[in-house]
């Protein structure tokens, strides 16, 4: 699928971004494995989502449609089962990596595998430590990619600090730790997206945060209502938007502003934009707000260190303002882009040139040099959803049409996106 953006006059609205995928896939997951019933309100429909609800169910967990959300009937501890086929992630990293921590503690055998994408990214890290937990599991290349093979069972509980600041992997460990033979304790480089402690302090785990380190114990879940917010890794095409078109005034209600990744706020704000956040509240033990944002004059910054886990998701969309911003920006620290649904630092790159920004590519992340006066060109999604969108953003600034091949690709986390960039700009005043 090809999409046309072109710059609109103004871009003016109010947007409910889709549900936290973060949170949907866990509010599924842990939920399942809980003893009672629940609803999961405001659940992200992404690709990626789906490929969760449609493992859990493989697995025996009930899991039924309902008015904005799902109810899930939770099997227990020791409820699921095992497949009858071979588990797909889809392009799913979140659901590998979570199914296999998961996977790991059942006593049965599992496989898992993926599209062409995830099969290529690196699932080592996650299977290291899982090893070393009791679990049995084999994979390609050296046991280093899907599909994996997994039989699980008789885990017990290690000390382990994690090689990369990385939520997927965390939550993993912490997911094999429910069912292990004493404590698991998990210490982070850097503080990642904390979801998954949230959530499952609000279902009686027995968790302890304190600093940078995690201790779990095992023990039993209880089942919780969740209302998901909606996702700021999502919003954050309509903050960038807000602030780099010249007639923009967006409002965007019942946002996650997570401190973990909330990232992009902060970052859009040092370089000068004024997002406003109002009617602050905790949701199902997550803080929301809502946010508006009006057109702006951004400047350059660095970006690195304890922030970029913060803001890894939106690194592409911070490049394409930064390339219209005023001054230089320098992104460090982001190697981890290089093994996302693609390439992004060099995918990233490739695309902004197309465009007419000023930008290059580092190892670690990019240099962009400002004032760029963009204009429209045949872009490439890549296959990767946060490229495409960062396109359709970068449309909505540059002269003449801009076109995204694979454009389809937004629906492995915002199925709308579309649709939502065609309603904001028919603003004629």
């Known amino acids: ?88 992630a889809e392009n799913s990293g979140t659901t590998m990596r979570l199914m296999a921590g998961l996977l790991a503690a059942q006593p049965f055998l599992s496989v898992i595998t993926g599209d062409w994408s995830l099969r290529s990214r690196p699932m080592a890290r996650v299977i290291q430590p899982l090893r070393l937990m009791g679990a049995q599991i084999w994979g390609r290349s050296g046991d280093s990619r ?18 990369v600041a990385s939520a997927q992997l965390k939550s993993a460990l912490l997911l094999a730790a429910l069912f292990a033979e004493g404590d698991t304790v998990i210490k982070e480089p850097v503080a990642s997206r904390d979801h998954t402690e949230r959530m499952l302090k609000t279902m009686g785990a027995k968790i302890e945060v304190k600093g940078d380190t995690i201790t779990l114990s095992p023990g039993h879940l209880k089942a919780v209502d969740i209302a998901v917010p909606g996702d700021i890794s999502s919003a954050a095409f309509w903050l960038v938007a807000g602030v780099i078109h010249s007639r923009a005034n967006i409002r965007l209600s019942n946002v996650g502003i997570n401190p973990t990744r909330s990232g992009i706020i902060d970052v859009l ?29 951004l400047s350059g910054m660095e970006i690195g260190g304890e922030l970029i886990p913060r803001v890894i998701d939106e690194i592409p969309l911070i490049a394409l303002a930064a390339s219209v911003a005023q001054g230089k920006t320098v992104i460090r620290d982001a190697k981890e882009l290089r093994v996302k649904e693609s390439d992004r630092i060099s995918n990233t790159v490739k695309e902004l040139l197309k465009l007419g920004a000023e930008v290059q590519e580092l190892p670690d992340g990019m240099i962009i040099k400002g004032g760029s006066k963009l ?51 028919a603003a004629k005043s």
């Open 269 to 297: 704000n040092t370089m000068g934009a004024d997002i406003v956040v109002t009617n602050e509240r905790m949701v199902s033990g997550e803080p929301v707000a809502d946010l508006r944002v009006q057109s702006g004059q």
């Open 1 to 88: 699928m090809k999409q046309i953006v072109k710059a609109p006059y103004a871009l003016k609205g109010r947007i409910n971004p889709p549900g936290d995928k973060s949170i949907s896939h866990r509010a599924v997951i842990l939920n399942g494995i809980a003893a009672g019933d629940s609803r999961v309100g405001n659940f992200a429909q992404s690709a990626d989502c789906l490929a969760t609800v449609a493992c859990m169910r493989s697995l025996g967990v009930e899991i039924e449609s309902s008015k904005g959300g799902l109810v899930v009937r939770g099997a227990g501890e020791r409820g699921l089962k095992e497949a009858d086929d071979v588990l797909c």
């Open 375 to 425: 204009r429209g060109a045949a872009c490439e999604s890549h296959g990767d959803h946060r490229l495409a969108m960062m396109l359709g953003i970068a449309g909505l600034v540059a002269e003449g049409g801009t076109e995204i091949d694979n454009a389809e690709a937004v629906n492995i986390s915002y199925p709308r996106f579309w649709q939502d960039l065609t309603r904001l700009s």
């Open 146 to 163: 899907a599909p994996l093979v997994i039989k699980g069972g008789n885990l017990h509980g290690i000390s382990y600090t994690l090689p």
